[in-house]
């Protein structure tokens, strides 16, 4: 039988290491954490060969005193905690004390550091094969030369266990997740000043900044351009929580894999509550092969979160996750509601959101400084006005919310200089092309795509009916009749139930006919026969329970595009007006299902402009 035995202290670092030590920029990560938690206000990074010859960390913290450079390398030593009390609300990056013992076991280190208030720098060189023993490492401590702070240099990564070594990749795979873990160090920090140099040459640096030029210096110029910024704040009686930071606007995601930061307190993490309510929030905008790129900063009381969860400290555990991830989304979706125009100064803008609104989908008010209006829509209306008049304005009815003028509708012949103040989107002009609507409000031009901004209205209030288990229906009095194939005659009868619970009636006629009886009401001025088509397909490829849960987002987008108005369709101008209306009531309502603008602005600066006036 096996004899139970102790481990070598040398084999348990070296074990330990294999957890905390899983490449270079591993390494790299652990002593920027270091550097930050002693103050520093500059850090220097020099690297070699990726960081498997050489990674050399300089900065100007506070330093270690001479006595406690051994202590420095023994495992779980450190000066960020001192309880369970500590722990359970740790304010520092590092707090295992594993790191530069684990380090120490698997590479040639050597520490240089002067003291706070010190004359002399000390200088502690130690390789794998060293015993860590306090005794023994305090007689390698030599004088050095240094100004201030503390520098550590790590070489030869893995030269005493070369099947670790095997594992690393190319040098210029390892450098680049160096470069990552940096960057993520910046981006939570920017007001110390970073620099990395790699194999001698010129030098990245990033100068101490404020939080959104830092997000420039690192994620470039065209992210700022078309980002949004995010400032969501909820005072809570024990523990507040505040959300700041970019997200893109979704008009600019991209298909490849997009730059995504988020910090917990200073800490960039991978957290799956987090990312999933971001997924949710942009659900509705973006088109499912897109991907946002963001930067976010959550700071939360300390105690309510645990980051003692894995060695890599990426992941976290919050005491009340369903409360973030409700923060997290409405935040995100509040910002994506709202304007489309990022102010180019240099702080975040502020939106405070009050704890009692954190679940709710309303829009949030008004944009461009026009007060959002609601319109009390008379019963005089001619029997002869086209149906799209009603399909714009009857859900325009429902929606007057409370505080909102109830002036009635005027058209802009009836209403003179005042009808510039309609709200936001101004009064309509004329249709171009049957394809946009030109308005006008004070400001200049308001250009609409016309059959986007009706999928977005539509959508919002299919969702809004959906969830209140109030989807109006209309009977059809002349039923849309079509042929069906097999597979969407069985569809038909097999899920005839959630047809019902979506409002829709299509019934079997014959065996390769189906008749279209009742359709929601928001949808009747729609290609039914196309939609009926659409929506027995995606029952059919994802099943009736996936689609009316997971999928039921992606459901009603299908829904309400081919319930939209279709382009080529003329309007008359109380429909395009009626429109306009509803676009200002709306939820996100500058961009449509597929993350595409609906509508866009020219000031009459910009026209101006274009005509060289006043040149």
Not at 141 to 166: H, M, S
Not at 502 to 517: D, M, T, W
Request: with cysteine.
């Amino acid at each position: 039988m096996p004899r139970i035995r102790l481990l070598p202290d040398l084999l348990i670092s070296q074990i330990a290491a294999g957890e905390v030590v899983e490449r270079p920029a591993s390494v790299l990560k652990e002593l920027l954490e270091n550097s930050l938690d002693a103050g520093a206000t500059s850090i220097k990074v020099l690297l070699q060969a990726g960081g498997v010859r050489l990674i050399n960390v300089a900065d100007n913290g506070y330093g270690i005193e001479r006595q406690q450079l051994p202590l420095a390398l023994q495992r779980h030593a450190t000066s960020k905690i001192n309880s369970l009390h500590d722990l359970e609300k740790v304010v520092s990056l590092g707090f295992r004390g594993e790191a530069l013992a684990a380090t120490a076991a698997v590479a040639k280190l050597s520490i240089s550091s002067r003291a706070a208030n010190s004359e002399q720098a000390w200088k502690l060189e130690t390789s794998g094969e060293q015993k860590m023993s306090s005794d023994n490492l305090a007689d390698s401590i030599l004088p050095t030369a240094l100004q201030a702070g503390t520098v550590i240099e790590v070489r030869d990564l893995y030269y005493n266990t070369p099947a670790r070594r095997k594992f690393l990749r190319s040098e210029s795979t390892e450098f680049a997740h160096c470069s990552e873990a940096l960057r993520r160090a910046a981006l939570a920090y920017p007001g110390v000043s970073f620099s990395l140099q790699h194999n001698g040459r010129k030098p990245q640096q990033w100068p101490a900044t404020e939080a959104l030029q830092r997000v420039r210096q690192i994620l470039g110029e065209e992210f700022s351009q078309h980002a949004r910024p995010v400032d969501a704040i909820v005072e809570h009686a024990t523990h507040p929580l505040k959300l700041y930071g970019l997200i893109i606007d979704p008009v600019h995601a991209t298909s490849g894999k997009a730059a995504q930061y988020t910090f917990v307190n200073g800490r960039f993490v991978r957290d799956r509550i987090i990312m999933h309510a971001l997924r949710q929030a942009y659900r509705d905008v973006l088109h499912s092969d897109r991907q946002p790129a963001l930067c976010l900063f959550l700071e939360i009381d300390p105690a309510v979160v645990d980051v003692n969860v894995h060695p890599a400290k990426m992941e976290l555990r919050f005491r009340d996750s369903n409360a973030i991830h409700q923060f997290v989304l409405h935040a995100i979706e509040r910002t994506l509601a709202g304007n489309r125009v990022l102010h180019n100064d240099n702080k975040f803008q502020t939106q405070v959101i009050p704890t009692n609104a954190l679940t709710s989908r309303k829009f949030a008010g008004a944009r461009h400084g026009y007060a959002v209006q609601s319109h009390n829509v008379q019963a005089s209306l001619s029997i002869n006005e086209p149906m799209a008049y009603y399909s714009f304005l009857g859900a325009a009815v429902g929606s007057n919310k409370p505080g909102n003028s109830t002036d009635e509708y005027r058209t802009p012949g009836e209403a003179g200089d005042s009808a510039l103040e309609p709200g936001f989107m101004g009064h309509a002009l004329a249709q171009l092309h049957g394809i946009y609507i030109l308005a006008q409000n004070r400001r200049g031009l308001v250009l609409v795509d016309m059959h986007a901004a009706h999928e977005r209205i539509l959508y919002e209030n299919l969702k809004t009916q959906l969830d209140s288990r109030n989807l109006q229906r209309q009977e059809l009095l002349v039923p849309v009749v079509f042929n069906g194939s097999e597979l969407e005659v069985a569809t038909a009868t097999e899920a005839a139930e959630a047809l019902e619970e979506l409002g829709f009636s299509i019934v079997q006629l014959a065996p390769a006919q189906l008749a279209v009886r009742s359709v929601p009401d928001l949808l009747q001025g729609g290609d039914l026969e196309k939609l009926s088509r659409s929506l027995l397909a995606e029952l059919h490829e994802y099943g009736v329970a996936s689609l009316m849960q997971a999928k039921q987002d992606e459901l009603l987008a299908t829904m309400a595009c081919y319930g939209a108005v279709r382009s080529h369709r003329q309007l008359s101008l109380p429909e395009m007006n009626a429109l306009l209306r509803q676009v200002e009531e709306t939820e996100r309502s500058d961009q449509c299902n597929h993350g595409r603008p609906t509508w866009c602005e020219l000031s009459l600066v910009e026209l101006d402009g274009i005509f060289l006036r006043g040149r």
